[in-house]
């Protein structure tokens, strides 16, 4: 299974919106709702924002939604805040206890 | 609270081996999938491996298949990550991550595992 595509890069200024986006395949993205997108500081274990697809845990703010069309999930977050500069890493079920996750991608708050 | 404690990371020569624990506490571990995943230094994160609740059925990353060996003992809690034939490119921070709903809800602190000469 061939890792997730994201852009290496992303930015906006604090109370932008910005979306990363998340590009996959019809075997795994495309077919299956269990797309999933973290955030991870410098040193820090990943932490999860969204969960199949569109979900957010308890304790994640309202400011993080996920969508998605076709092979492409995207993150978007609205109101960016400076405490939102970190890695996000989308993940999808890539079937027969198979997972897959995208190569990260670094979001700067300008 | 949820805690996953990884242990046994360290140095290791190529072609060596090394066993990482993963203890878990503050919640029913038998009833939970879990997943190891690896994330290189300054690289991104990539899935190892996934074992069902009861330990039935175990995959792998292509990359790791054949050298290491997921199993688990619900009665200890615990999570355990055989690596065998262990290469350079196997360098990497180690996580253990309780599975749930097709995601990974909780991961622990990692253990580095280097592979060196």
């Known amino acids: 299974h061939s890792a997730l595509t994201q852009p290496p890069s992303a930015s906006g200024s604090p109370g932008q919106s910005v979306t990363i986006s998340c590009t996959g395949t019809?075997?795994?993205?495309?077919?299956?709702?269990?797309v999933s997108w973290y955030q991870q500081y410098p040193d820090k274990a990943p932490k999860l924002m969204i969960y199949?697809?569109?979900k957010r845990p308890s304790g994640v703010p309202d400011r993080f939604s996920g969508s998605k069309s076709g092979n492409t999930a995207s993150l978007t977050v609205s109101g960016l805040r400076a405490e939102d500069e970190a890695d996000y890493y989308c993940?999808?079920?890539?079937?027969?206890?198979?997972?897959?996750f995208g190569g990260g991608t670094k979001l700067t708050v300008l | 609270e949820v805690q996953l404690v990884e242990s046994g990371g360290g140095l290791v020569q190529p072609g060596g081996s090394l066993r990482l624990s993963c203890a878990a506490s503050?919640?029913?571990?038998?009833?939970?999938?879990m997943h190891w995943v690896r994330q290189a230094p300054g690289k991104g994160l990539v899935w190892v491996s996934h074992?069902?609740?009861?330990?039935?059925?175990?995959t792998y990353a292509d990359s790791v298949k054949g050298r290491f060996t997921v199993s688990r003992d619900n009665a200890k809690n615990t999570l355990y990550l055989q690596m065998n034939s262990l290469r350079v490119e196997d360098t990497a921070v180690y996580y253990c991550?309780?599975?749930?709903?097709?995601?990974?809800?909780?991961w622990g602190q990692g253990a580095l595992v280097t592979v060196s000469s």
């Open positions: 991550v309780r599975g749930w709903r097709y995601s990974y809800d909780y």
């Open positions: 503050g919640f029913n571990f038998r009833s939970y999938w």
């Open positions: 074992i069902l609740s009861d330990g039935s059925r175990i």
């Open positions: 019809s075997s795994d993205v495309g077919v299956y709702d269990y």
């Open positions: 199949e697809v569109t």
């Open positions: 993940s999808s079920y890539a079937g027969s206890n198979n997972w897959v």
